[in-house]
């Protein structure tokens, strides 16, 4: 079923991606992203997902279909443009009236990733895109995970994973992702502070070639505390946090008040941000470059990215979705395979 990658130094790498739900804009977003010529020689491509929902999606959009299409159980071997392995098994899902919620569309989705996942695993492709999920439909099909992120650290078996929003050279990694605010304050450690730093840190140095990070942490209250007139988080948590990072060699700043840690002139002195929980720092990244911005998952052995927006039910089929992020996420990838690649070659040259 596996094929291999590429090798250190050789060919464009193979990028996998996963089609996500198909009553959701993944289809669209994925065919109008890699309609780019342009972007489709940089890299070979597999998409996991179902062949007449994305020529559905080819046709809404008024893009010609650029790809060809395989059985999936004959393989994922790509020479160069664009395979469809496509998961014609599936009981059928219907896309012109419902668009929510489903559990044939959750069950889908699921097998598009659950494989992406095992032949990323394998070494069979260089990085996986994964496409927009909805958490509902993976329930009502009874695949209890929280999310790609929970799947993929216990597929991977990873203990420490952490998201990680890139735009441009703004980078802001997350201490805790879907965690409800009032539940946050049990799981507020200082274990879970340091936990991004150190896995930022790790990821600016091996993936983005940044040789000596500075990275800006976040306070969790208003103006950080204010010197624990308005919380003492910072003190108790924050700072012991920072100076486990420092004692590792980390350079690292903070706590920084949240309001204006977002401020071009106070962002560009670092090379990645943490913030303490989703909406402090998705609000302003999705502010700043809601089309352009992508996700990728730190303390994964392999790259995995996506787009940092959800299935869009209510635009989805109409062919009003932007496909900027879906194209940021799969440009961050390339870029990132080509980053381990190097890595490797290295390695290898080393011995």
């Excluded at 919620?101 to 659950?114: C, I, M, N, T």
């Excluded at 209250?221 to 060699?249: F, M």
């Excluded at 999705?286 to 787009?307: C, H, I, N, Y």
């Amino acid at each position: 079923m596996s094929a291999a990658a590429s090798t250190p130094g050789s060919g464009r790498p193979l990028i996998g991606i996963s089609m996500g739900d198909p009553l959701g804009i993944g289809p669209e977003v994925i065919v109008k992203a890699l309609a780019d010529p342009e972007l489709r020689g940089r890299a070979r491509y597999v998409i996991f997902g179902l062949h007449d929902v994305l020529e559905m999606a080819s046709d809404a959009s008024e893009v010609n279909a650029f790809w060809w299409r395989e059985p999936y159980e004959r393989g994922i071997r790509v020479g160069s443009g664009v395979l469809v392995a496509d998961f014609d098994e599936l009981l059928p899902i219907r896309t012109n009236s419902h668009r929510g919620p489903d559990s044939l569309a959750g069950h889908a989705s699921f097998r598009f990733v659950e494989e992406g996942a095992r032949h990323l695993g394998q070494g069979a492709i260089d990085a996986l895109v994964t496409g927009p999920i909805c958490k509902q439909s993976w329930r009502l099909a009874n695949h209890r995970f929280r999310g790609h992120t929970d799947f993929l650290a216990r597929r991977f078996e990873a203990r420490r994973v952490n998201m990680l929003f890139v735009a441009g050279s703004l980078r802001v990694a997350l201490a805790s992702d879907h965690v409800p605010l009032f539940e946050l304050r049990n799981q507020f450690t200082i274990g879970l502070v340091h936990q991004p730093i150190d896995l930022l840190d790790h990821a600016l140095r091996e993936w983005f070639g940044v040789p000596h990070p500075h990275i800006g942490v976040l306070g969790l209250n208003p103006h950080a505390g204010e010197e624990g007139l308005l919380g003492d988080e910072e003190r108790r948590i924050v700072e012991p946090a920072l100076a486990l990072a420092r004692n590792a060699g980390i350079r690292v700043s903070g706590p920084l008040p949240p309001d204006t840690a977002f401020v071009p002139e106070v962002a560009r002195r670092f090379d990645g941000l943490v913030a303490m929980y989703h909406d402090q720092g998705l609000i302003p990244i999705k502010m700043q470059a809601f089309d352009r911005s992508a996700q990728m998952t730190l303390g994964l052995e392999g790259v995995r990215t996506s787009p940092d927006h959800g299935t869009a039910f209510d635009i989805a089929g109409k062919n009003r979705a932007n496909p900027g992020s879906m194209r940021a996420a799969i440009e961050l990838a390339i870029d990132l395979a080509a980053a381990r690649r190097a890595q490797g070659a290295s390695t290898l040259s080393a011995h």
